[in-house]
């Protein structure tokens, strides 16, 4: 089946009425950046990997408090290891993909849903990816303030 990813994801969020705007980046077929969405208003990533296409993938960067950041900048490599660790499995226990980065100072942890399914690949698949980013984006922001 041949098809325009980025022409379905376009067409998809403005029929939902989600303002987006294009961010671009050498590592992406495309990217867009929804800056308020799902009902905690937070920011969404939609791309599709130039090393997986047909690959979309959504998600959200939880911004670790600047208390967080310092304190995961100042452990030893083995402290670090152990939090990334501890990271992971909590998302695996919500069924998120991570990536945790620092950008600009600041720790991140990125929470995502890839959608590799022909029958996911869908307006109904993209809005139930993004409402469930919000939610693995709440789960994740209690879990840094409880743990961390």
Excluded at 47 to 70: C, H, R, S, W, Y
Aim: charge should be negative; charged fraction near 30%; glycine fraction near 6%.
């Amino acid at each position: 089946m041949m098809f325009s990813l980025r022409g379905d994801v376009e067409r998809w969020l403005t029929h939902a009425d989600l303002p987006f705007g294009e961010e671009i980046e050498q590592d992406y077929m495309f990217k867009f950046a929804i800056k308020h969405t799902g009902q905690t208003e937070i920011p969404i990533e939609i791309f599709e990997p130039k090393a997986q296409q047909g690959v979309l993938v959504i998600g959200a960067k939880v911004n670790m408090k600047d208390g967080q950041t310092a304190r995961y900048l100042n452990f030893s490599n083995d402290e670090k290891e152990s939090f990334d660790r501890k990271v992971a499995d909590y998302c695996s226990s919500i069924r998120a993909v991570n990536r945790n980065t620092t950008e600009n100072g600041k720790r991140k942890i990125g929470v995502y849903v890839v959608l590799d399914r022909e029958e996911n690949l869908s307006q109904q698949g993209l809005y139930d990816a993004i409402d469930k980013v919000s939610d693995m984006y709440q789960k994740m922001a209690r879990f840094l303030m409880k743990t961390f």
